[in-house]
């Protein structure tokens, strides 16, 4: 079958022949199925570092349960945006057992994570105000920030100095993340509620990479650093990662969700996830909470893992979450040290700008409660057996 012709108003060829000369040409690899911190493709078993199932429980059997009894109970389908008839009875449990769970007055629920960022972005912010935004924060905050017609600054990760200088009184939003999905560290979200507060402005987390895993019952970042979350106007996460299942929440005062519920575009005008999944993540959040033996070992597979590694010589950053990078600098270095560990059984990936910023590429490493110890050694073993690299210049050192 013959394409629609290649003349038109768009140069697709020549941006994709642009990004293959310099190395960053993105391609997808199907899987045949991923569990207990396993994945295959093309036949092989591989040992997975690369996924967010933090907890091991994207294949868990009494998740998987719950989801099925939702679809006997609910269908497949939503069946309409939440505003229509999409909203059921089990999107509102699940709204209720989110805001217990983490001291919000409300929640909503979004379909993903990107759509609920944007959807808050782009219902709060106007022309008056100003939107402040750590410089490493995920691209669907970026990106929303950069489309609106408010001024966006962004300040150095996890500078509070330089926030403290680009804030103006009463005048917008910050926002920053939990932990940060490409490095493992935390914001310093002390010192953000106390910037917050002290200037009028209203302060959001995305917490998709510390809800479930860190703090007491899961509660997640502002939990584990002490932070009432009442000092925090919006809190986002996702269902996707540490919960093992897919979209979304924000949360925040009941007068906030009532306006989004008015206002978020993406939540008026999409089909709502449906009820079945709704039922899938309330399961999870009552594992989560219990979870405290899955998190005591995830530390332990944090600290075997750095320990290795760093006797190793590579370069980790500055985390104790189950992300872990080890950065090497140029893209076509950390490229084939991930193809050197795939041919030792071991899935790890590569991320390359503009994923991260330029002469920053690396392999980003996730741990699971799903891995057991022998696990974490063989992921050392085949580090070990590849050159300890890096072309990082001393600027990016810690
Ligand atoms: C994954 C991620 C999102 C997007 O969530 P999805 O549900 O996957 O769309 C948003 N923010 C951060 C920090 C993330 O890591």
Redesign the pocket.
Known sequence: MNGPAVTGPFVLGTALAEREQVGLLRNRIATDGASGGRLRVAGREYLNFSA?DYLGLADHGAIKAAFNAGIERYGTGAGASPLVTGYSRAHQQLEETLAEWLGVEAVLLFN??????QAVLKALLGKVHLLWQDKL??A??QEMGSQLPCKMKRFGHNDMAALERQLEPNRGLIVS?GV??MDGDQGPWRDLATLAARSGNWLMI?D??GLGVLGPEGRGTLAAQGVNPACVHIQ?G????ALGV???FVGGSRELVEYLVNFARHYVYSTHMPAAQACAVSKSIELVRAADESRAHLGQLIARFRQGAKAQGWQLGASDTPIQPLLVGESSVALQLAERLRECGVWVSAIRPPTVPVGTARLRITLSAAHREQDVDCLLDALGVCPAVTTLGEAHHD
């Open positions: 967010n993903c994570g990107f759509s609920a960022n924060n995920h669907s905050l993340e940060f999905s995305d998709a990479h986002m996702t269902f996707g990662k897919a979209g979304a």
